[in-house]
């Protein structure tokens, strides 16, 4: 399926990027897992969650000086084409949601105070 090449570039993108720290590496792949597995399930809702998640590991992993920016730009690079490729996938059925207001009935008071005034 064209939408996964994506998913996998970005696991050889991460595995590749994170320089020797094994941690960044790890919370990296657990992430670019989460992104395969809701992308194989042609799950919108949940493969952007995950990477929205993605990102947030990313951009930590570049403050903390764990992951350098070339390297990040690449892993962002790849995400950005699975984001392109989840757009293509259908949103989840929704019923439409009809809301009717009807306006308040006049209070009491109200029309006490319009009948005086006329």
Do not use: W, Y
């Not at 042609?42 to 990477?51: M, S």
């Not at 920016?69 to 790849?78: H, L, R, V």
């Not at 019923?95 to 029309?111: A, G, L, W, Y």
């Amino acid at each position: 399926m064209n939408r996964l090449l994506p998913v996998l570039l970005l696991v050889g993108f991460v595995l590749v990027g994170c320089g020797d720290d094994p941690h960044v590496r790890a919370r990296l792949s657990a992430r670019v897992a989460e992104v395969k597995a809701a992308a194989l399930a042609q799950n919108r809702l949940d493969t952007e969650t995950a990477l929205a998640a993605l990102h947030r590991e990313i951009a930590e992993a570049v403050a903390d000086g764990a992951l350098d920016s070339d390297s990040a730009g690449s892993i962002m690079a790849a995400a950005d084409r699975v984001a392109e490729d989840v757009r293509a996938i259908p949103a989840p059925n929704t019923v439409p949601v009809t809301v009717t207001v009807n306006p308040p009935e006049p209070r009491s008071e109200d029309k006490k105070s319009r009948g005086g005034n006329g």
